[in-house]
């Protein structure tokens, strides 16, 4: 057991005003998909407040990873607003059927009310139990889903990729309304006194094209960014799956705070070409090493991580490339913790990171 000097909290609160910290940020990407350390199914899960907030309590009494949080998942606001989403017993859940199947519905589309639509007001609680429960200890966050992946669950990925090029102007009014659906969760989390980021898979540019992601999520996304800043005072953190190199810039130029990147991209080069922006965050490969690896393969990945993104100029959080998959054992993840604390730990020790 590696001895911490500050709690994570502290740890935390110092690294957001950039001040000394005793070691890296260490923030496992986990959720739903660790229902069942506590005995529960992701059903389960997904239905209670008081549930997502004891999966939370209980990880980090085991983990003491740096930040919790609980998430919308990729369907929350789209569920919302009338797509029917199927809740397995052990896995994630999945869309069933989109909202709206015509382009000639988008205009009958309603915002939401996230005190009473869908899971929303299970959601809120659950952020609020957490809050209560963890918030002298550590950081509390709410994920939600970027707005044009919230319209691929709306009207289908398929429909919305096909309605991009046949119908750009209908598109648009699709991601005002759920823009304006976004902002109105973003501002009843925000009176939680919690941050918020986004996860984004859908804008990747290994399914949308730049000038698409350009045109018909990047305006959407600014809006929801400058809700945030509106209503927290602070900027948001975005994971984007997949590739997405030929738009961090654009990503970058919303106001963002902290990027976190798939493990099919470099940390390297995400340091050199927005590291002087913001905080960089990834990546280690969360199917072949976190659920599948061995603890000499994750504490070899973390290093490397580590030794491309420590001495980013704006600062670098060690984290996994995407959500940790089901059934993962518990003492990979505490490895990917003793590994981030032990390279981590400052001064960082240049020639232990060196050497593999």
Known sequence: ????????KERMDAFSRGLE???LICIPDMGATMAPFIGITTKDYYHSARLMADLEIALFKKLHHDSVGISTSLRGVAEAMGAKVCYPDYAISYLLEPAIKSIDEIESLKIINPLKDGKLPILLEALKLTKDALINDV????????????????????????????YPKKVHTLMEIVSESNNRYIEEVAKLGISISFADPVSSTSLISPKQFREFSLPAL???????KEKTGSYPGIHICGKSRDIWEDVVNTGISNFSIDNIEDIEEAKNVMGDKVVITGNVPPVDVIYA????????????????GYNSEKGYILSTGCQIPMHTPMKNIEAFMDAGKLYGKYPIDLEELMND
């Open 1 to 8: 057991m590696i001895k911490e000097e500050m709690t994570p």
């Open 21 to 23: 910290i005793d070691r």
């Open 139 to 166: 950081d509390v966050s709410a994920s939600m889903s970027g707005p044009f992946s919230v319209a691929a669950s709306v009207v289908g990925t398929e429909n919305l990729l096909k309605w991009m090029i046949k």
């Open 222 to 228: 600014q809006k929801n960014i400058n809700k945030i």
């Open 293 to 308: 690896g061995t603890k000499e393969d994750i504490f070899k990945s973390v290093k490397q991580c580590i030794r491309k």
